[in-house]
């Protein structure tokens, strides 16, 4: 029998667990002597309260739904990749290679052969560690991190000596050319005398986002691939014993993984920046693991979290604009969301199980 | 912390003195008070700091300073933020402008795209880039240091300190800017003695090379283990690391930036001064007069040096003072060049 019903599970627990959360950053707030009724006020209307605050908060939520979903493709297999960092930074150098060195008649050609570059440069960035680990039984928690090391070292060899344009001091690309930029949500949804989403970075990735979660949903438990991960998953021996390769859904699952991080960088290479610069994914890889945990490697689950942490990043830059609040502090924010809903599950889920068996009891 | 954490609503830096003088102000009369304070926030400047943040003993730090010392000297106020992404440079500069901030002072080579994607939406809007100087854009002042002429001169006093005939370096990540100062170090070095051997380490592939003392201080035990006595720290707070362990283990070492000098008193050999604070608190003064254009901050105009002072005296020789006094000269003069990493994208005395 079910401890609780689905929906406290699925609802329920990750709700208390944000609001215990809150609760813990009104007191931080409070103790640095600022009001956090104010402080809430101005992350929500500057996060959510206009077009342009939405523009911003989904053009961060579209890299976390990526990195999130990949982290959860690795997760159903039980395989923890903490490399979404690193395949995303190859991703990128997929993406600024596609749109520097070929000349594209229009951005959607262009934006189906940057999907390609970043798939297959994520994939194959997680394919070593995935070998290693199929193979030779490598930690791929070990491998895949410090994987994130050797691209960002790649990628500032890259960026310094071969792709920084002559004259230039800043490690970067050369900005993209003008037919390759992807359409905004500004240019898509503002008409003559209504200007939405303006200077936003969101832009027509965020639906590719949203179709990814679809695709992950049905390969998971729709296909027959997606049952061979979820099995290997679970248990080991029983999938070996149902003629299962380990080495197979090992690699395959991390394939996949790599993908979807490298996919990120259409968002925010190809999207946003329009170049490709040394820190491009700033840590979107390590977030997708808590969106990912919050979500419970489900894809609506992750969509939900990835908003929720889009939010917390738009919500903390109008803080840090408009409120002496010190950047340090909504880190902590962010540390203490994702402690509560990631790490300290059981601290919520044990009193509420106890609370419904008590309750089941008093009924029957 | 408090005078950090005690500020009003909407970020701004007030203090004491401008407290005391809006007391006066309504003293002498409201009206006039009224037409001071909106005057002051027509032209209220915003400073916008790197990745790094406010507080990285080092760069960002030097403005910060300034600021502080232009909001000490005239009671003026200005808006700031710490950025934490690359996505808020472009989201930070469009803000204080449509905010009626003037001038916005940025840090950072990274500021040079967004910056030349911004600035031609607000023509009124005056921009100050610090560390830039290749854009081609009427309303920013960029202001680049000659950081290669400065090091050069450090590099001397290091290779006439030096006994063992090893210097080193270490820088924060390997990229241009860093490879400019560690070039005109080891040209300086060579000039003195051209059989030094220069050892050149970087600390790190992430942004995180920038504040990792732990690492500053392992590489300067190996490069000590390489026979090196005096070490060069341009990596921002990981020189903090660097400038320690050089004193521990008994051998000098040379500070950037800031006068770091006081750091170890007599362990110190010197520091590269890159008066960021200067370029700072001119532009605020300037307001809205604002120059501006290209403007290059080299030995001549002051804005790279060396420091001397009580901590490093007994340090530096007068052969030493007088040789670099000597050599500074010859650069202003331009009897001596000091070849720019810029300019070929490469090094006559290091290989990177």
């Known amino acids: 029998m079910e401890k609780m019903p689905k929906w406290a599970d699925v609802v329920l627990i990750p709700l208390i667990s944000l609001l215990l959360a809150a609760i813990l950053s009104a007191l931080v707030i409070l103790a640095i002597g600022e009001n956090p009724v104010e402080a809430v006020n101005l992350m929500v209307t500057g996060a959510l309260g206009s077009t342009y605050g939405w523009g911003y908060t989904l053009y961060y939520a579209t890299n976390f739904m990526f990195t999130g979903l990949a982290v959860a493709v690795a997760f159903h297999a039980r395989l923890f990749n903490i490399g979404g960092e690193g395949q995303a930074m190859l991703g990128g150098l997929g993406v600024a290679m596609v749109c520097l060195y070929v000349d594209w008649p229009h951005w959607s050609i262009a934006l189906l052969a940057a999907c390609a570059a970043s798939m297959l440069f994520g994939a194959a960035w997680a394919a070593i560690p995935a070998y290693l680990q199929a193979k030779r039984g490598s930690h791929i928690v070990i491998t895949t991190i410090m994987f994130n090391f050797i691209a960002a070292a790649f990628l500032n060899y890259m960026l310094v000596n071969i792709m920084r344009p002559q004259g230039s001091q800043d490690p970067a690309t050369a900005r993209f050319p003008e037919t390759v930029h992807l359409p905004t949500f500004q240019s898509m949804f503002s008409t003559a005398d209504n200007v939405l989403f303006r200077g936003a970075p969101a832009n027509i990735t965020f639906f590719i986002a949203l179709l990814a979660c679809v695709a992950v949903w049905a390969l998971i438990w729709r296909t027959r691939l997606g049952y061979e991960i979820r099995a290997y998953g679970h248990s080991e021996t029983g999938a070996v014993y149902a003629g299962i390769s380990p080495v197979r859904i090992t690699i395959v699952a991390m394939l996949i993984s790599g993908a979807l991080a490298g996919l990120m960088a259409i968002n925010n290479v190809m999207g946003e920046a329009e170049r490709l610069v040394l820190n491009s994914t700033e840590g979107a890889g390590f977030i997708g693991i808590a969106v990912a945990l919050m979500g419970r490697s489900h894809p609506f689950g992750v969509f939900l979290a990835a908003l929720l942490f889009g939010f917390l990043y738009q919500g903390g830059a109008e803080l840090a604009l408009w409120a002496s609040i010190p950047r340090e502090l909504i880190v902590v924010i962010q540390a203490l969301v994702i402690l509560f809903t990631g790490a300290l599950d059981n601290m919520v889920r044990m009193p509420l199980e106890k609370l419904f068996m008590a309750l089941r009891k008093e009924s029957a | ?352």
Request: proline share 4%.
């Open chain 2, 1 to 352: 912390m408090s005078d950090l954490w005690g500020l009003s609503w909407p970020r701004t830096n007030y203090n004491k003195r401008e407290y005391e003088m809006t007391l006066m102000k309504s003293l002498m009369g409201a009206a006039a008070a009224i037409a001071l304070t909106a005057g002051a926030a027509m032209a209220e400047p915003a400073l916008i700091f790197d990745l790094g943040g406010k507080f990285d003993k080092s760069f960002n730090e030097a403005a910060h300073n300034g600021a502080s010392r232009w909001a000490e000297e005239t009671g003026g106020s200005y808006r700031e933020i710490e950025i934490q992404s690359e996505a808020q440079r472009e989201q930070a500069l469009r803000r204080f402008a449509e905010a009626g901030a003037n001038p916005i002072i940025t840090m950072g080579f990274g500021m040079a795209d967004p910056l030349s994607a911004v600035a031609g939406d607000y023509p009124d809007t005056k921009f100050v880039a610090v560390d830039v100087n290749w854009l081609d854009i009427p309303n920013i002042r960029q202001i680049g240091f000659a950081e290669h002429e400065g090091s050069y001169l450090v590099g001397m006093m290091a290779a006439m300190a030096s006994e063992s005939g090893t210097v080193g370096f270490i820088g924060g990540m390997d990229i241009p800017l860093i490879r400019h100062f560690g070039c005109g170090y080891a040209q300086g070095a060579k000039a003195v003695n051209p059989e030094i051997e220069v050892v050149a380490n970087m600390t790190g592939t992430t942004p995180a090379a920038w504040n990792d003392p732990v690492k500053g201080s392992e590489l300067t035990k190996a490069q000590i283990s390489q026979g090196a006595d005096v070490i060069y720290a341009a990596a921002g707070g990981t020189g903090v690391g660097v400038l320690q362990t050089a004193a521990d283990e008994g051998i000098l070492s040379i500070g950037v930036d800031s006068n770091q000098n006081h750091l170890h008193p007599g362990k110190v050999l010197t520091s590269m001064l890159k008066r960021v604070d200067v370029a700072v608190y001119d532009a605020m003064k300037a307001g809205d007069g604002l120059e501006t254009g290209v403007f290059q901050m080299g030995l001549a105009e002051e804005g790279v040096g060396y420091a001397l002072d009580d901590n490093n005296a007994p340090l530096v020789s007068d052969d030493m003072k007088g040789a670099v006094d000597k050599a500074r000269q010859d650069i202003i003069d331009g009897n001596i060049s000091v070849v720019s990493y810029y300019e070929n994208d490469s090094c006559p005395a290091l290989q990177f």
